[in-house]
């Protein structure tokens, strides 16, 4: 039977998910982060099926989301949006180090995914933390820079004023090289990762991830390490084919 168990990690409130009798074994682990304006458990389905198949799921609330949320208007959530990304980021090491104090990750099993800002951050975290084993990426972005630069472009389009001046913008982009996975596309080192994305998505761009996936498919010896997932017409929502292949594809690389 599979329990969710609801506790804190280093004040990070998270639904740890897993087979009951097989709470305190050492299991390949899955740290999956939501998407902007979600919450841990809008993510359960998956998890759910991941801890079917033998893995121990964590699932965050990423700051200002879920039991973190604070009174805010949607336009100041936007503007934190890449504070919240390097916090999962930060998060992610608090998490990561929990599992192994506590001796629960079997082997070299640490995986990380996320959905939108969670496949973000997962892309991000890739050129942070080498013991990451296997990501996957659920229409998030491989390219921040980039990213950033198209959120910016469409407030101003919509007359927005920034509440940033053009240096501290400067400063930002900066920092986003650092975690910029397209331009440090040696930071994969072979690591089996898995992209899913709707083609038709109005928000993440389609072609970041697949572009990226072009790039650098041709620097995997082992082709089935690397798998992108392409769904037609597909908008900003994951779908329920694509939490099944997720959840295969996982499956097979553990």
């Given amino acids: ?27 390949p682990v899955v740290t999956y982060f939501h998407g902007f304006t979600s919450a841990k458990e809008h993510n359960l389905p998956q998890a759910y099926l991941m801890a ?59 995986i990380v995914s996320g959905t939108s800002m969670g496949g973000i951050t997962t892309a991000a975290a890739l050129t ?19 990213f950033a630069e198209k959120m910016i472009a469409d407030v101003r389009q919509m007359g927005v004023e920034l509440p940033i001046e053009e240096k501290q913008i400067n400063e930002l982009m900066k920092s986003l090289t650092d975690i910029d996975l397209s331009m440090q596309p040696d930071k994969l080192q072979g690591r089996p990762i898995f992209f899913w994305h709707g083609d038709a998505d109005p928000v993440v761009p389609f072609d970041h991830s697949y572009e990226f996936y072009n790039e650098v498919i041709s620097h995997y010896k082992n082709p089935e390490n690397i798998r992108f997932l392409r769904e037609v017409g597909r908008d900003h929502k994951v779908s329920r084919f694509a939490i099944l292949e997720l959840v295969n594809w996982l499956e097979k690389h553990v």
């Fill in 1 to 27: 039977m599979v329990t969710v168990y609801r506790e804190t990690i280093r004040e990070i409130p998270v639904l740890h998910v897993v087979e009951t009798e097989r709470y305190d074994d050492k299991l």
């Fill in 52 to 110: 079917r198949k033998g893995f121990r799921v964590i699932l965050p609330d990423s700051n200002y989301h879920g039991e973190r949320e604070i009174d805010q208007s949607h336009q100041d959530l936007q503007f934190k949006f890449w504070e919240i990304v390097k916090s999962n980021l930060t998060e992610l090491a608090d998490i990561k180090e929990e599992m192994d104090s506590k001796d629960l990750v079997k082997g070299e099993k640490f």
């Fill in 128 to 146: 942070k933390y080498p013991w990451i084993d296997i990501a996957a990426v659920m229409m998030g972005s491989p390219k921040p820079l980039a």
